[in-house]
């Protein structure tokens, strides 16, 4: 379970349960990570899965050089067949933008160390529609964008996506029930032109980050 004393809520809309929260201080953070859930899961597990992946890249429990951002910030589908309807990543598109532009301009003049860290967003199921919607209608600021699980991106292709850095993406086995097919191109696929995650060794934990730790450990710390 997330450690409380180092949880931040960043951002809270009780009119329809909208909510960011930060395993540690992104402004003080060298490494940061962005998460956009998918297909609605509750508040509980979707905090439980970032504060794991926290813990596999963290040099230890008191590691404040990384920080781990739920962003929950929009109405997510609760069902593979309300996923079909791009109306749910439509209006999270501009504040995911302005929430990663942001992130930059805090930690410029309030951080720990006056300067930007490494951001890195992790789009998960549904997750992924946002941030291609995002990248592609409003920029998306940031270091390296990862598709992990998406069905598709709501672009034909990685060129479509306005992003300063490298793109990457997993199968879409590890997805939250999104159908394929409806939003474009699976964002693992070669036409897509996203660089292709593989796969690690099996789990039967339902982490979805386990299989492709060793990868986004690499990519979130700038050792890919």
Same mark, same amino acid.
């Given at each position: ?11 809270? !809309? ?9 395993? *540690? *201080? ?11 859930? %998918?297909?609605?899961?509750?508040? /509980?597990?979707?905090? =439980? ?14 590691? /404040? ?18 996923? &079909? ?24 003049? #309030? =951080? ?11 789009? &998960? $199921?549904? %997750? %992924?529609? +946002?941030?291609?919607?995002? %990248?592609?209608?409003? =920029? ?6 990862? #598709? ?13 996506? &306005?992003? $300063?850095?490298? +793109? ?12 394929? =097919?409806? !939003? ?41």
């Amino acid at each position: 379970m997330p450690d409380n004393d180092r949880m931040l809520l960043l951002g809270f !809309h009780p009119e329809d349960l909208r909510v960011i929260l930060a395993r *540690n *201080n992104p402004d003080d953070a060298r490494h940061v990570v962005v998460i956009i859930p %998918g297909i609605g899961r509750s508040l /509980d597990e979707h905090t =439980g899965q970032a504060e794991d992946l926290y813990r596999k890249v963290a040099a230890g429990p008191d590691d /404040d050089s990384v920080s781990v951002i739920t962003w929950a910030d929009y109405v997510a589908p609760e069902s593979a067949r309300e996923a &079909r309807d791009p109306a749910f990543a439509v209006p999270a598109a501009p504040r995911l933008a302005s929430f990663l532009a942001g992130l930059r301009v805090t930690a410029k003049q #309030f =951080g720990r160390h006056k300067k930007a860290a490494r951001i890195v967003v992790v789009a &998960r $199921g549904y %997750g %992924g529609l +946002v941030a291609g919607l995002t %990248g592609r209608d409003h =920029g998306l600021d940031a270091d390296a964008l990862v #598709f992990l699980g998406c069905a598709a991106a709501g672009v034909e292709t990685a060129s479509e996506l &306005r992003i $300063g850095g490298p +793109v990457y993406a997993t199968p879409s086995d590890a997805g939250d029930g999104t159908p394929l =097919g409806i !939003h474009g191109p699976r964002p693992d696929s070669p036409a897509f032109g996203a660089q292709p995650l593989r796969p690690g060794p099996l789990s039967f934990r339902s982490d979805p980050f386990v299989r492709y730790l060793p990868s986004l450990r690499r990519i979130i710390l700038d050792k890919a």
